[in-house]
């Protein structure tokens, strides 16, 4: 990608969203277990962070594991849940550090009772920080999490709290687990796939998608950089009409 220096103006998307794509390839290309991609892509994920948080966006949502993740061998996901406890113990101080408030969705009752303790407490230590929101996706589908928030509003229904005619899409939207966040400005995939793969299928009605061949493990700040730079480059209209 290009290396121009990254110009800070026009300001950074407010909400930038990845779907952290191609650990496999990336191991498969080097002949390592599949685990190691993941590893790899643990680093990544850092280096993302920092340059997301130092760039100025204000929510950075990261897919690290689908709800169709399931079907994976136990032992990659072994790993996967691994590297998870790992980055949260470790980053704990670090996000503190850099004022960064860690959220988790996705479905908790599938995650082991310790990582849950872990998120939880994660979650907890860093709730009132106010330099950029993390999101890990975590066990996570949009299908499942549209089926969710309008179960939650069926039910509300039922208990006579609000009316079935207020079940709008500002109503619905406050029952998702993205609720109290903006949409996503702009979603990348990284691995060359062209697909969103059940992710945020409500919040990006309108974002921007971005498809980089980039392995997860390979990017880097200067991939970021340039990503927000195409993005800038995008004009957003909403079905709105132009000229
Ligand atoms: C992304 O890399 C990580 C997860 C989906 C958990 P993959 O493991 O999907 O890597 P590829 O697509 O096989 O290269
Ligand atoms: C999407 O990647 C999920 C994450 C990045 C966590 P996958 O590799 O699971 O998606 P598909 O199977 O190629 O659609
Ligand atoms: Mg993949």
Redesign the pocket.
């Given at each position: 990608m290009e290396s121009a220096p990254f110009p800070i103006d026009p300001s950074p998307p407010v909400h930038v969203a990845i779907?952290?794509?191609g650990n496999?390839r990336w191991a498969r290309a080097r002949g390592l277990p599949r685990a190691l991609g993941h590893k790899s892509g643990a680093e990544a994920v850092r280096r993302t962070v920092e340059a997301a948080r130092e760039m100025g966006v204000s929510y950075l949502t990261l897919?690290?594991?689908?709800a169709?993740?399931w079907k994976r061998p136990p032992a990659e996901i072994a790993a996967l849940m691994g590297l998870l406890r790992l980055y949260l113990r470790s980053e704990i101080a670090n996000l503190s550090k850099n004022g960064i408030r860690l959220r988790v969705i996705g479905d908790r009752g599938r995650m082991g009772a310790d990582i849950v303790a872990l998120v939880d407490e994660v979650e907890a230590k860093t709730r009132n920080n106010g330099a950029m929101t993390l999101t890990l996706?975590l066990s996570?589908g949009g299908r499942q999490e549209i089926a969710e928030a309008a179960r939650a509003a069926a039910r509300d229904v039922a208990a006579g709290r609000i009316s079935a005619d207020e079940v709008d899409e500002t109503t619905l939207a406050r029952y998702l687990a993205t609720a109290d966040m903006p949409d996503p400005d702009l979603v990348i995939?990284t691995?060359g796939?062209k697909?969103v793969?059940?992710?945020l299928l409500w919040q990006s009605a309108y974002a921007e998608l971005l498809f980089v061949d980039v392995l997860?493990p390979d990017f880097g700040r200067d991939d970021f950089e340039a990503a927000v730079r195409a993005y800038h480059h995008r004009e957003r209209r909403y079905g709105a009409a132009i000229g």
């Open positions: 779907i952290m794509d496999g897919y690290a594991f689908s169709e993740n996706a996570y995939r691995s796939e697909r793969s059940n992710f997860w």
